[in-house]
């Protein structure tokens, strides 16, 4: 009868330790399909085509954001610029007539508006010389020497030049060619009557200063004259187009 019990209570024990084998072999299992489950949806989810796509639209929001950042603040430095602008015009009425003046001097000096006012009178020709004994070119006016005249002017605040009546701006060329010189396309014969319009005061003390323009020209054989004018009018510049 013990015997009987106690072979009883080994099959009880041996049974549970069967199931609980069994539980546990169950569980394990679950738990590592779960695993390589979720660790595979995981890596497919990270390497996906959708996934990749969307950090790509990510870092291009961030990238996008941080530009509108860039930009709003230049546009915010620019009215800035713009106020500070028209607080200053607004303050000082005189900047309007400043570059009113400024434009009509411009203007002046491109030689696209008619020059009028007190001015000087250059007149240069050929020196006296013997064809037989002496070289012409060291008695004729040369481009040179009309150059030089000119520059001085030009330097000396003149406001508009004109050569033989033919009005110069800053990109005139001239040319000598023979006895006669080329201005922008138009030839001119001597003598060469050059007129500026300027303060002649000024005009005239520039070219008359000791081993100056009038001093050269002078030793190159050149006849100078220079007047002074209290009223002078220079045509605006011909289109030849």
């Given at each position: 009868m013990k015997?009987?019990?106690?072979?009883?209570?080994e099959y009880k024990n041996r049974g549970r330790y069967i199931l609980?084998?069994?539980?546990?072999l169950i569980l394990g299992f679950i738990f590592a399909f779960s695993y390589r489950t979720l660790?595979?949806?995981?890596?497919?989810?990270?390497e996906s085509p959708t996934f990749q796509q969307e950090?790509?639209?990510?870092?291009?929001?961030?990238?996008?954001?941080?530009?509108?950042?860039e930009l709003a603040d230049e546009i915010q430095t620019k009215q800035e610029?713009?106020?500070?602008?028209?607080?200053?015009?607004?303050?000082?009425?005189?900047n309007h007539t400043v570059l009113v003046e400024e434009a009509k001097d411009l203007r002046l000096l491109l030689g696209v508006i008619p020059a009028s006012g007190p001015g000087v009178r250059i007149t240069l020709k050929d020196g006296d010389y013997d064809p037989v004994e002496q070289n012409p070119n060291d008695y004729i006016v040369h481009e040179s020497h009309v150059l030089r005249v000119v520059n001085e002017l030009k330097i000396s605040g003149a406001q508009g030049i004109a050569i033989n009546g033919q009005r110069i701006s800053e990109n005139?060329?001239?040319?000598?060619?023979?006895?006669?010189?080329?201005?922008?396309?138009?030839?001119l014969p001597?003598?060469?009557?050059?007129?500026?319009?300027?303060?002649s005061d000024v005009l005239s003390s520039a070219l008359n200063l000791g081993g100056g323009v009038v001093d050269g020209l002078v030793h190159d054989n050149i006849v100078v004259t220079l007047e002074q004018l209290k009223e002078i009018k220079l045509p605006a510049l011909r289109d030849e187009a």
């Open positions: 015997l009987a019990k106690k072979m009883s209570e609980y084998s069994f539980v546990f660790g595979k949806d995981s890596g497919e989810t990270a950090e790509q639209y990510r870092e291009e929001l961030i990238a996008q954001k941080e530009r509108n950042k610029e713009i106020r500070d602008f028209e607080k200053s015009f607004s303050e000082n009425e005189d005139s060329y001239i040319k000598c060619t023979g006895p006669v010189i080329t201005i922008d396309g138009r030839t001597a003598p060469f009557v050059i007129e500026a319009v300027g303060d």
